[in-house]
C-alpha cells in the first residue's frame, strides 16, 4: 500500500491509474479509524479497482471552541487496519495524508458553500463546521479523482450536504452513503468514544436508547413529534443523569425540512453532551 503525503504524489498516483483504466473509490477521513471507517473501506473495495483512504484532520471544520488540539490520532494503527481490511487488495491502495500546510497555505481563501442544507441541525450549531467540511472534501475529490466516494449515515447531515455538492458542482462521482456500524449495546461507533472513561462509555448508549423509544412509540402510532421528544428526553436522563441535551429533532431526509409529524422518510436526529462529549446519532423512523 502507498502511504502519499503530498499532493502532486496523489494528484500523479490518480493519473496513473486513470491511465491503466482502473477506477479508484475514495474514503475521506479524519483517521484515528474505528469498525465505522473500516466498513466504509471494505464497501469502497467492492465498488473500485483501486481504494485511496484520506487522513486528514481538517482544521476548517472546527471552531476555535472546538477540540482540534485533542483530537485523536494515532496514524500507525490506522494504516494496520486500513491494510487488514484490505488484505489483497492493499496492493493496489493508497492512503493520502496531506499536511495542513498543503492543504491550507498561510493565504488560503476559497470555500466551497452549501447553503440551505446547511442551515439547520449541526449547521446550525456549528456555523463554520461544514464549510470546512465541504471545501475540504472538494479539494480533496480534486486531487484524488475518484470514480466512487463513501460516506457514513452516522453523520447524515454531512452526507446529504456533501452529495448535494457533488451534484451541484457535477463531480462525475458516484456517491455512496453507508450504514451507520455500532457497539454491541448500540451506540454508535465514533471517533469521539475514545474521549468516554469507563462511566461515560456506559452512558453514551442513551442516543441509542432514545431512538430505540422513537421507533417503537411510531410502530405503535404515535406520530406527533412532541411527546416523542419528552420520552426521549426522559430516557436520555435515566440512562446519563448529566446529560446535556443539544437538540433532538425531526426531519424529511431528503429536504431537511422539520417534521412535528412522523411522516413517511422522517428522519430523527440528536446532538448529546455525555460528560462532556458531543454524540450525535440519528434513525430512520418511517
Ligand atoms: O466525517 C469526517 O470524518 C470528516 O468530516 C470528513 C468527511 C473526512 C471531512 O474532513
Known amino acids: 500500500m502507498k502511504i502519499i503525503r503530498s499532493i502532486k504524489s496523489m494528484q500523479s498516483f490518480s493519473r496513473q491509474m486513470a491511465a491503466k483504466g482502473k477506477t479508484t473509490a475514495v474514503v475521506p477521513t479524519m483517521g484515528y479509524l474505528h469498525e465505522g471507517h473500516v466498513s466504509l473501506v471494505s464497501r469502497a473495495q467492492k465498488e473500485a479497482d483501486v481504494v485511496v483512504t484520506t487522513i486528514f484532520v481538517n482544521p476548517a471544520q472546527f471552531a476555535p471552541s472546538e477540540d482540534l488540539a485533542r483530537y485523536p490520532r494515532d496514524e500507525k494503527r490506522d494504516i494496520r487496519l486500513i491494510e487488514a481490511a484490505l488484505g489483497k487488495a492493499s496492493k493496489n491502495a493508497a492512503i493520502f495524508i496531506p499536511k495542513a500546510e498543503d492543504m491550507y497555505p498561510a493565504d488560503f481563501e476559497t470555500w466551497v458553500i452549501v447553503e440551505k442544507l446547511t442551515s439547520v441541525l449541526e449547521g446550525a450549531r456549528r456555523p463554520t463546521h461544514f464549510r470546512g467540511v465541504t471545501t475540504v472534501v472538494a479539494k480533496l475529490f480534486n486531487i484524488v479523482r475518484p470514480d466512487v466516494a463513501v460516506f457514513g449515515q452516522k453523520d447524515f447531515q454531512q452526507a446529504m450536504v456533501l452529495g448535494r455538492m457533488t451534484r451541484d458542482l457535477g463531480y462525475p462521482i458516484k456517491f455512496i452513503v453507508a450504514p451507520t456500524v455500532r ?59 448529566t446529560a446535556e441535551i443539544d437538540y433532538i429533532a425531526f426531519n424529511d431526509a431528503k429536504t431537511l425540512e422539520n417534521r412535528t409529524e412522523v411522516s413517511k422518510g422522517t428522519i430523527c436526529s440528536l446532538a448529546v453532551r455525555i460528560r462532556g462529549v458531543r454524540l450525535i446519532d440519528n434513525l430512520k423512523l418511517k
Do not use: C, H
Open 183 to 241: 457497539e454491541e449495546d448500540g451506540l454508535a461507533k465514533s471517533s469521539r468514544n475514545a474521549y468516554f472513561d469507563e462511566q461515560g462509555r456506559w452512558e453514551a448508549v442513551a442516543l441509542y436508547y432514545a431512538l430505540q423509544t422513537a421507533r417503537e412509540m411510531v410502530k405503535a402510532g404515535i406520530s406527533a413529534a412532541g411527546p416523542i421528544t419528552r420520552e426521549m428526553q426522559a430516557v436520555i436522563r435515566a440512562t446519563s443523569p
